[in-house]
């Protein structure tokens, strides 16, 4: 929809039409507004301009003298609320961090690209480029879409605003359209990368029989402020679900990128991170091994539970993980290996061991030799 206005600058009077349209949105003060109908003529340069690569780096360079705006409203009065004042319908993060992101590398590199369109704005303008304003991230519960989100928003030093769902979405008939446009026009006062996290909870397809005509509202106005959404921030929909959103919704978005379950190198490193050296590498890989097919936030769960029973109980991490994998996992190929780990160098019995796992004394004394064979 965006692309196409912005083809009509390339008709005859496109450039007459461009200048009207620039002085109605400048006189209203919106300075994002200003930067999107620029976006536009960089990308669809009227034809009676006698250079365009000229006029894309003028009005480039015009953007960018331009005083910079990086803080949007912080003050609590400023973030909009429900219809009756209760509740901010959204937050704002000032320093985002995302440092102990793991994602596998084709994932890595589609991050790497969307922090590289906005580090290289001028040359993509002067392409007639537009950097990517939306993009869409699918994938299972616990992958780390959130978390990506914030590294984002880190790599670029721009504030993180993320809607927050159970406020936006208000039982009063009509108002959970407006809530959402509201946390968008807030979040246009300024760059910054905008999470709309649970996205197919406001962009369903419009064809639910039960709905009564609230959630066509909503994917209507939806729609019409993706096509608003300004180049100079990033706009971020996560999703655990993208088959149900609307197909008008999903085609709004530049990017798609979806994330799944962390393999082997994603699950060793994420362990040997959270490890911080607590955890011998033998035990974190042979943990790796045993939470395959789980999520990021399933194992950090995890982890996080035995750093706490680990100060609980005056005893060291390496020993309660350990313990844990034992009584977890009584099963599998590396539950010998953990078995010989906790006999030898933990110093836990047989009979301590085949307690925790549920097997037989015999059972664990086999295990053990067959590992100390394998070894």
Known sequence: MAASRALIYQE????????VDLVRVGARGHAAGVRQLAGRLMR?????????????TAIHEALAAAAPTHGLR?????IPADVEGTYSLASVDAMPVGDELVVDERVAAQLREVVAERERLEELAR????ASRAVLFCGPPGVG?????????????LPLVTLDLASVVSSYLGSSGRNIKAVLEFAKTGPCVLLLDEFDAVAKRRDDDTDIGELKRIVNVILVELDRWPETSLLVAATNHPQLLDEAVDRRFDRVIHFSLPGDVERRALLRNASSGEVSVEVTDLAADMWDGHSHSVIMR???LCRRRAILHDITTEEVVVGELIAQFPAGGSRSQLWRIAHEQLGMSNRKIATLAGVSHPTVATGIRQAKENT
Not at 127 to 130: E, M
């Open 12 to 19: 005859p009077g496109g450039l007459e039409r461009a200048l």
């Open 44 to 56: 669809a340069v009227p034809p009676t301009v006698s250079d365009a690569a000229v006029f894309r």
């Open 74 to 78: 912080f003050d609590s009065g400023a």
């Open 127 to 130: 392409a007639g480029v537009s």
């Open 145 to 157: 879409k959130t978390l990506a989100t914030r590294w984002i928003a880190q790599q670029l030093e």
């Open 302 to 304: 995890f982890w996080d």
